[in-house]
């Protein structure tokens, strides 16, 4: 399994984002600004179901490099974020980081099938007063995310910019001892994502869901221009985090 495909693959996931809607995002490479209209805020809002951030397990997918259309199949990706920091920045802003660390098993089976890449759960910043999801723009084949502009928040416009970077590490095979896997060998799978989110000092709505992914195949869609939110796409065993 090349990092080459394993980084195809990781894209889906962590923009999707990291979004499946990582998230409703924007195909164009670098940082376009744009505004996202104003909304009524009491016909969307998800703001009373945000929970405080926390570890958690979620449906991701692994596959076979070779066959992963035949090959693959839904396993768990344990999540944890990490300590968030904000420190001061120019203009009345702060700038804060998000970082996020996902685990998942590869395996490798009796009949050779290497089961070594992954599709993670997805992952969105949105504001949870509006529910409007910040729009992401992505570098082709960089798997790095970005995006500048301005969102609705209740009723004013608020100033954003982030970016999102991950990195993924393959350990060697080990040998497996719950037979109950399938599998003879089996490998660690971590991926380590990292949002950096520039915003003013008093805004309070900013917040992450994150999306359990089930079928091999999960893809980036390409936004329209339409305004996204975290309703549109919320299957079940989606979580929803405010980022403090």
């Given at each position: 399994?090349?990092?080459?495909?394993?980084?195809?693959?990781?894209?889906?996931?962590?923009?999707?984002?990291?979004?499946?809607?990582m998230v409703g995002c924007a195909s164009n490479a670098g940082t376009t600004s744009t505004v996202v209209d104003a909304i009524q805020e009491d016909s969307k809002s998800i703001e009373t179901i945000c929970e405080d951030l926390q570890s958690l397990s979620m449906d991701g997918v692994i596959y076979y490099q070779v066959n992963p259309v035949e090959y693959n199949?839904?396993?768990?990706?344990?999540?944890?974020?990490?300590?968030?920091?904000?420190?001061p920045d120019q203009d009345s802003k702060v700038k804060v980081t998000l970082p996020?660390?996902?685990?998942?098993?590869?395996?490798?089976?009796?009949?050779?099938?290497?089961?070594?890449?992954?599709?993670?759960?997805?992952?969105?910043?949105?504001?949870?007063?509006?529910?409007?999801?910040?729009?992401?723009?992505?570098?082709?084949?960089?798997g790095n995310y970005n995006y500048s502009g301005a969102i609705k928040s209740r009723d004013k416009s608020v100033d954003v910019a982030y970016s999102c970077d991950y990195s993924f590490n393959l350990s060697g095979w080990n040998e497996c001892s719950?037979?109950?896997?399938?599998?003879?060998?089996?490998?660690?799978?971590?991926?380590?994502?990292?949002?950096?989110?520039?915003?003013?000092?008093?805004?309070?709505?900013?917040a992450i869901?994150?999306?359990?992914?089930?079928?091999y195949g999960t893809g980036i869609s390409a936004a329209s221009g339409a305004i996204v939110y975290v309703q549109d796409d919320y299957p079940d065993g989606t979580r929803v985090f405010s980022v403090k």
């Amino acid at each position: 399994m090349s990092l080459v495909s394993v980084k195809k693959y990781m894209l889906a996931g962590v923009a999707a984002m990291l979004l499946t809607g990582m998230v409703g995002c924007a195909s164009n490479a670098g940082t376009t600004s744009t505004v996202v209209d104003a909304i009524q805020e009491d016909s969307k809002s998800i703001e009373t179901i945000c929970e405080d951030l926390q570890s958690l397990s979620m449906d991701g997918v692994i596959y076979y490099q070779v066959n992963p259309v035949e090959y693959n199949e839904v396993s768990t990706a344990n999540i944890s974020f990490g300590q968030v920091t904000s420190i001061p920045d120019q203009d009345s802003k702060v700038k804060v980081t998000l970082p996020v660390t996902i685990t998942m098993k590869g395996k490798y089976t009796n009949d050779c099938i290497d089961y070594s890449g992954c599709i993670t759960p997805s992952f969105e910043l949105f504001d949870r007063y509006t529910s409007v999801v910040f729009p992401v723009n992505t570098g082709v084949g960089d798997g790095n995310y970005n995006y500048s502009g301005a969102i609705k928040s209740r009723d004013k416009s608020v100033d954003v910019a982030y970016s999102c970077d991950y990195s993924f590490n393959l350990s060697g095979w080990n040998e497996c001892s719950d037979s109950s896997l399938g599998a003879s060998h089996e490998r660690d799978i971590v991926v380590n994502v990292t949002y950096t989110i520039t915003m003013p000092a008093d805004y309070d709505g900013l917040a992450i869901k994150v999306t359990p992914v089930r079928n091999y195949g999960t893809g980036i869609s390409a936004a329209s221009g339409a305004i996204v939110y975290v309703q549109d796409d919320y299957p079940d065993g989606t979580r929803v985090f405010s980022v403090k």
